[in-house]
């Protein structure tokens, strides 16, 4: 299998390739030549989260060899993605059961393992530059925590993120290293475009970074929405196939779901769920594409006003195809409140913001069909929202508690390259 660029104007490259890059040379995001058809995926009750993923990501990734394949997924997807049911229609897929309890973790524990299998093999090492605002650094540094041959930066503004974001970034150690800058997320992502231009430290290092248009965090998500419709058609095994509906910002899940259709999942269809961030379903009802300034909402890992991968989905169906295909509903904070009391008055069970938004449209959905929403992540990840919708707090799992006792360790660096520079290069 090639991956070639939605701009069209590079070269089809191998996974590996695409893996380094990121993105193509000519600017594009890398996309699967065509889909591999999955066959029918033997639905058995025994059947395991890990051979599901190797089944759905070898056809993709055809230069590691399956031994190889098969233990990088198994040690990426070392926790459960159980499905649950929340209403009558209403089933949930629970990706947060990772280290850092969101599904972002899927992604970066396989891209870290498929990276850290080539440099092994090449003798080569990977120094790896990311600027966060919060939630995507904590994912990339515990995905990336441990692996061989790679060095993680992770530069986050200095006081503008939560302390929960903090200690889970800062306090891992060894080849995670936090850097605290004096300044704004924007300095941040400067810095880190500055690193890529600075011939002081690129003669030197390979360098690379680690942004969620990565192929190599899009192909196990694509794989638990297979794992996701496999458990609905064994748990109840005479239901018509469910309507999936995602909980979106810059559309990457969104793109495994249907990604994970396009190759015979049993998934009627997706439906893209947005916060008041909502550029993709007003894309897809008046065929006009407006992005906009991000506006901040409960859902704050929603708020995307320029999802770069709806490039790969115009690729993958065309707009017409894609907006015959796939619904989009955006939710207002006060509905999501609401829903969050909703839920839990009616089941228990405490949703996250970002959950909360799918739940309301999957609401929406006929009580004919299923509805399938990816939990994003943990409620207690967002204790503030839970308080003001619930009036009450939820546990808090061992795996946040823990991080908020241990030792942070973090550089602190000026907003400069100067500074940026030195700390690259002293550990080489
Ligand atoms: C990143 C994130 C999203 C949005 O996912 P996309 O792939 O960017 O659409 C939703 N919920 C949570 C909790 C997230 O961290």
């Known amino acids: 299998m090639k991956f070639v660029s939605v701009v069209g104007s590079s070269p089809a490259v191998p996974f590996r390739d695409a893996l380094f890059a990121g993105l193509a040379p000519d600017g594009g995001l890398y996309v699967p030549e065509h889909l591999p058809p999955v066959h029918q995926m033997r639905v058995s009750p025994d059947a395991d989260l890990s051979g599901v ?30 499905l649950t049911r929340l209403t009558e229609n209403i089933f949930l897929l629970e990706l947060f059961h990772g280290p850092t309890l969101a599904f972002k973790d899927v992604g970066a524990r396989f891209m870290a393992r498929a990276l850290g299998y080539f440099l092994e093999r090449e ?8 600027a966060t605002s919060g939630d995507t650094g904590s994912a990339v540094a515990h995905g990336f925590f441990g692996i061989p041959r790679i060095d993680v930066y992770v530069l986050y503004p200095s006081g503008k993120i939560s302390a929960l974001q903090e200690q889970q970034m800062t306090t891992l150690g060894g080849n995670i290293h936090a850097v605290e800058v004096d300044g704004t997320f924007d300095d941040c992502q400067r810095l880190v475009k500055e690193t890529f231009r600075t011939r002081a430290i690129t003669s030197r290092k390979r360098i690379t970074t680690a942004n969620s248009i990565n192929v190599g965090r899009l192909l196990p998500q694509v794989a638990y929405y297979y794992w996701g419709a496999a458990q609905l058609q064994l748990q109840r095994p005479k239901t018509d196939a469910p309507v999936l509906v995602v909980p979106s910002g810059n559309l990457g899940n969104l793109t495994a779901a249907m990604y994970a259709r396009g190759m015979g999942a049993e998934i009627t269809r997706c439906m893209a769920a947005t916060n008041a961030n909502d550029v993709v379903p007003r894309f897809l009802s008046t065929g006009q594409l407006e992005t906009r300034q991000s506006i901040s909402t409960y859902s704050n890992a929603m708020d995307v006003g320029n999802p770069s991968n709806l490039a790969r989905l115009r690729h993958l169906l065309g707009d017409d195809q894609l907006r015959a295909d796939l619904r989009g509903m955006s939710v207002t904070d006060e509905d999501t409140l609401d829903e969050m009391r909703r839920t839990f008055e009616q089941t228990g069970v405490v949703l996250d913001p970002h959950t909360a938004v799918g739940v309301r449209v999957a609401r929406s959905v006929p009580a004919t069909s299923p509805a399938i929403v990816p939990a994003t992540a943990h409620p207690a990840k967002f204790p503030d929202v839970v308080q003001r919708a619930i009036a009450q707090s939820v546990p808090v799992p061992p795996a946040l508690s823990d991080a908020m006792k241990k030792k942070k360790r973090s550089v602190r660096v000026k907003a400069s390259m100067e500074a940026i520079t030195e700390l690259l290069l002293a550990s080489s």
Do not use: M, R
């Open 53 to 82: 993923a190797l089944d759905v990501i070898a056809p993709f990734v055809d230069d590691i060899p399956g031994d190889a394949l098969a233990s990088i997924v198994s040690s990426a997807l070392t926790f459960p993605v159980p």
């Open 123 to 130: 003798e080569e090492h990977l120094s790896l530059i990311v």
